[in-house]
C-alpha cells in the first residue's frame, strides 16, 4: 500500500503562491473609458475594459478588480439596477461570466474586490471584459467614489488566465484622481498656548463635505479680534488654488484670553479659532499632535511624503509619526520612512518621530505603537506576513514581551511604546512593560477606548492617555470617518512642553504630561489638571515600581502625570477647561471610581432642552459597531429645534419627520452619538425610543439634571442616557477645585475627562498619588 501520510511536499512541486511565474507583457491590458480629476464623494460611472492577453483566459479562470483597503466608495452590487453601485459585466465572445464582491477577497491593502470568473466558455486573446461601474440606465445614481481625496486612485486589476488561481497583477493599471469639492465649512488655528512678545501664525484653511482641505476657495476674510494683534492685516485675501493661508508674524502684548473670529464682507461669522491663552511669560505650552496612521506603501492613502505634509500643512499639527503594519514594511521602506522623518522634523516648527506599529495578533499581546528618538534603529516586526524578504527573520518578536524583552536586552532604554485598539486590540493585561511603555490610546477613529484605560488601572498600571486617529485616508490630525464603517474622527494628544523639540516631546510622553481627545471642530480644547498638597509630598521623576533609584524632588504642586508620594494629608484638585463648544459636565476619577460629575449649571437653570445619547461597543474586537438605528417620538410635546450630536457619516443621519418624531441612522463604536431637542411644553408627556436594542418610553418629567439611563450593556457597555439642559449654556471656559482624600494600600490614580455639548470629550492623563511607595 503507498503511504499517503508524509506531509512533506516533494522537490520540485511548489506548494503556494508563485508572484510572477507568467511575463508581464503576456497577461492582457485593462483601461477606463475616462480618466482625470474627480470631486471625492461624487457619483460617477466607469466602464473598464479588460483585453485578454497571450494566454486568454480559460474555463473557470478570473480577473479582479481590486480596491484598497481604506476606500469607502460604493461597493459594486448586482441586484439592485435602481440603486446606487449597480455593475454588469459582458464578455465581447458571449462567455458566460460570473460576478461576485468580496471586501475581503484579496491580499491587503487591496482586498475590497470585485472578482469575474469564466463560468462557461473560455477566451482567447484579444477578447474582452466590459465591466459598467455605477450604470445609471435604470435609473441609479451610479457609482459613489470615495469621499477623502487620492493622487492616483487605481482600479487594480489582477489575472488568473490559466485558472490555477494564482493571480497576477497587470503591468499598467488604469488609475484617476480623487481631488476635493466646494467649500463648505471653514477652520481657523492658531496657537493654544502664547506668550506676550513672540511672534504666532494664524492658519486657515476651507473643507469641502467630507472635510477634505480645499483648493476652490475664494473669499475675502475680515479678523475681528479681543484684543490688539500687531501685523494682524485688516484683510486676509483666500486665493483659488490654495489649500491653505498662513498669516505669519502676529504678536500680542496682553496676557488672558485671545480670541480671533473671522467673518466675511457682508457680516457674517465664517469661523472662530480655537481657544487660546497668553501669557507674560515663557509656561509649559500647548502642542498638538497625532502619532498613529499610515500611508499607501502599507494599508493607508497617499505617500507617506505625503502624510506628514498633510499633517504639517493642512491639519497645522505641532507633531507627527507614521505607523506602518510592520508585517507589511520592507527594509526598504523603513529606510526611506526614517528618511522622511529626519527631512520634516524641524525644531520649532514640526517635529515628528521614526516609528511604527508592532501588529502581532490579540492572543500574542495586540497592537502596540512603537517610536525612537532618532532615525537608524532596528524594526522588530510581529511576523513577516506580507514580505517576501526573509534575510532579518531572526530580528521578529512574536508576542509582544518577547519585543519588551528584545528592547532590554539590547539596553534600548530610549523606546516608547503605546497601546491601542484597532483591528488587533491591545490585551495589556497578558503584556505590559512600564519601562517602554508609557500611555495607552484611548480614542481614535476605530471608536472610543475607555476599557483599556480601565485595564491599566485594573492591573495596577501607571501610563498616560493619548488619542491619535489611528487613519488610514491620509489625513493625520484632520481624520473624518467619511462614508465608511469607521465611527469617530481621529483624535488628538495635546502635549504639554516648554518648547517643541524632539527631545521634549519624548520627555513629555515618559513624564504623561499630556491629554487626549476626540478631535474634531472642537478638539483642541484648552485643558488644565493640577494638584496642590496639604501637608509635604515627593515628586517621583519615573515610576518607583519599575526603576530603582528612581530621582525625586519635593513639590507642593503636580500636573497630569505625575507620580507623587502623599504620606498623609489630602489633595487639591483643580481643573480648568476652555473649549469651543459649552461644557456639559466634568466628570472626576479616581481610578475605576468614579467620584462626581460636575455640570457648570444649576438644577434651577435647566430648560426646555432635551438630550438624548446612544453609546457603547459591541465588543473589543474588529466589527465592534453597535446599530442604534431608530426613532423618538414625543407624544404632547413639539419639537422647536433638534441638534445632531456626533453625526460624522452623510449618510447616516437625523432626520425630522414631523414635529413630533425623530428618524435616524447612527452607529457607535464606544463612543456616543444622538441628539439634543428643544421643546415646546418640553415637560408633558413622554418620549417613547425605539431601537434595536432599547424600545421604552420615559415620561419628560423625569427627565431631569442627572442622567437617566437605559441599560443594555453586554460585553461592554451599551446604553441610551437622557438628560435636560438649560435653554442656553453659555460656560465655554469652566474652572473647579475639589478636595481629594487618597486612598490607602492602592495607587490614587485621580484624572478628569471633559464632556462639550457637541460631542467632544477630553481625558486627562492621571496624576498618581500614593500613600505608600512600592519600589522596583
Known amino acids: 500500500m503507498p503511504n499517503f501520510s508524509s506531509t512533506i511536499t516533494p522537490l520540485g512541486i511548489h506548494n503556494g503562491t508563485l508572484r510572477k511565474p507568467i511575463p508581464e507583457n503576456l497577461l492582457g491590458t485593462a483601461v477606463l473609458d475616462h480618466t482625470g480629476e474627480f470631486e471625492a464623494g461624487s457619483y460617477q460611472s466607469f466602464t473598464l475594459t479588460y483585453t485578454a492577453g497571450r494566454f486568454g483566459i480559460d474555463d473557470s479562470g478570473s480577473i479582479r478588480i481590486v480596491f484598497r483597503f481604506a476606500t469607502d466608495q460604493t461597493n459594486p452590487q448586482f441586484d439592485a439596477p435602481s440603486g446606487p453601485g449597480f455593475t454588469e459585466v459582458e464578455a465581447s465572445n458571449n462567455a458566460v461570466l460570473q460576478a461576485r464582491f468580496d471586501p475581503k477577497g484579496n491580499i491587503r491593502p487591496w482586498d475590497r474586490t470585485l472578482q469575474i470568473k469564466v463560468v462557461k466558455g473560455f477566451m482567447k486573446e484579444g477578447d474582452t471584459i466590459k465591466v459598467r461601474f455605477g450604470v445609471t440606465d435604470h435609473g441609479g445614481a451610479g457609482m459613489r467614489l470615495q469621499t477623502f481625496c487620492e493622487n492616483r486612485f487605481e482600479f487594480r486589476v489582477l489575472v488568473d488566465p490559466i485558472a490555477t488561481y494564482n493571480f497576477q497583477t497587470l503591468p499598467k493599471q488604469p488609475n484617476i484622481s480623487i481631488v476635493p469639492g466646494p467649500p463648505e465649512k471653514w477652520v481657523a488655528v492658531i496657537p493654544s498656548t502664547i506668550t506676550c512678545g513672540e511672534t504666532f501664525s494664524l492658519k486657515i484653511k476651507a473643507e469641502d463635505m467630507w472635510g477634505n482641505p480645499t483648493n476652490q476657495a475664494v473669499k475675502k476674510l475680515i479678523p475681528k479680534t479681543n484684543q490688539p494683534i500687531k501685523n494682524l492685516p485688516e484683510f486676509i485675501n483666500i486665493k483659488e488654488g490654495d489649500f491653505a493661508t498662513v498669516v505669519s508674524g502676529l504678536m500680542v502684548n496682553s496676557a488672558g484670553a485671545l480670541e480671533i473670529k473671522l467673518h466675511s464682507s457682508d457680516g457674517s461669522l465664517v469661523a472662530t479659532c480655537n481657544p487660546s491663552k497668553v501669557f507674560n511669560s515663557s509656561i509649559l505650552k500647548n502642542y498638538w499632535g497625532d502619532l498613529h ?294 466628570d472626576i476619577f479616581n481610578g475605576l471610581k468614579h467620584l462626581e460629575c460636575y455640570r457648570p449649571y444649576a438644577e434651577s437653570d435647566l430648560g426646555d432642552r432635551i438630550g438624548v445619547l446612544w453609546e457603547g461597543a459591541e465588543y473589543r474586537g474588529r466589527f465592534r459597531a453597535v446599530s442604534w438605528d431608530g426613532s423618538a417620538h414625543f407624544n404632547k410635546a413639539k419639537i422647536l429645534s433638534t441638534s445632531a450630536v456626533n453625526f460624522f457619516n452623510r449618510d447616516k443621519t437625523i432626520d425630522s419627520l414631523s414635529n413630533s418624531d425623530l428618524a435616524w441612522k447612527s452607529v457607535t463604536t464606544g463612543n456616543f452619538a444622538g441628539f439634543i431637542a428643544k421643546l415646546n411644553d418640553s415637560r408633558s408627556g413622554s418620549i417613547e425610543i425605539k431601537t434595536e436594542l432599547i424600545n421604552e418610553t420615559v415620561a419628560l418629567v423625569d427627565i431631569g439634571y442627572k442622567d437617566t439611563i437605559l441599560d443594555a450593556s453586554d460585553i461592554l457597555p451599551r446604553g441610551i442616557r437622557l438628560f435636560r439642559l438649560p435653554n442656553e449654556n453659555t460656560h465655554k471656559s469652566v474652572s473647579i477645585e475639589r478636595k481629594l482624600e487618597p486612598q490607602t494600600g492602592r495607587d490614587n490614580p485621580f484624572y478628569v475627562r471633559i464632556t462639550l455639548e457637541d460631542g467632544t470629550q477630553a481625558w486627562s492623563s492621571p496624576i498618581y498619588v500614593l500613600r505608600e511607595v512600592e519600589k522596583s
Open 293 to 586: 496612521g499610515q500611508s499607501e506603501e502599507t494599508l493607508g492613502t497617499n505617500s507617506a511624503t505625503d502624510y506628514f505634509a498633510f499633517g504639517r500643512d493642512l491639519a497645522f499639527l505641532d507633531a507627527c509619526a507614521h505607523q506602518g503594519n510592520d508585517f507589511q514594511m520592507t527594509d526598504t521602506f523603513w529606510r526611506d520612512l526614517n528618511k522622511i522623518t529626519a527631512q520634516f522634523n524641524e525644531d520649532g516648527q514640526f517635529v515628528t518621530l521614526p516609528g511604527y506599529e508592532w501588529s502581532g495578533n490579540t492572543a500574542l499581546g495586540g497592537d502596540r505603537n512603537v517610536f525612537f528618538p532618532v532615525e537608524g534603529r532596528t524594526m522588530r516586526r510581529s511576523s513577516h506576513a506580507l514580505i517576501e524578504d526573509q534575510s532579518d527573520l531572526d530580528t521578529d518578536c512574536h508576542t509582544v514581551n518577547e519585543l519588551f524583552e528584545a528592547f532590554s536586552q539590547n539596553e534600548e532604554w530610549d523606546v516608547i511604546c503605546f497601546a491601542h485598539c484597532g483591528g488587533r486590540y491591545a490585551d495589556i493585561s497578558i503584556a505590559h512593560d512600564g519601562r517602554f511603555e508609557k500611555s495607552v490610546e484611548v480614542h481614535s477613529a476605530w471608536g472610543t477606548f475607555e476599557w483599556l484605560v480601565q485595564d491599566a488601572f485594573k492591573n495596577g498600571y501607571r501610563v498616560g492617555i493619548i488619542g491619535n486617529s489611528d487613519g488610514h485616508k491620509g489625513r493625520p490630525g484632520a481624520s473624518y470617518p467619511g462614508a465608511g464603517w469607521f465611527g469617530a474622527v481621529g483624535g488628538l494628544t495635546c502635549f504639554l512642553m516648554p518648547e517643541l523639540t524632539r527631545e521634549s516631546l519624548i520627555k513629555c510622553i515618559n513624564s504623561r504630561h499630556h491629554y487626549a481627545t476626540t478631535g474634531g471642530p472642537s478638539g483642541r480644547m484648552r485643558l488644565s489638571v493640577s494638584m496642590s498638597f496639604d501637608e509635604p509630598a515627593t515628586q517621583y521623576l519615573d515610576d518607583p515600581m519599575i526603576f530603582e533609584a528612581c530621582s525625586t524632588q519635593p513639590c507642593a504642586e503636580a500636573i497630569m502625570g505625575d507620580i507623587v508620594h502623599l504620606p498623609v494629608g489630602n489633595s487639591n484638585l483643580k481643573v480648568s477647561v476652555d473649549a469651543a463648544s459649552p461644557v456639559r459636565c466634568i
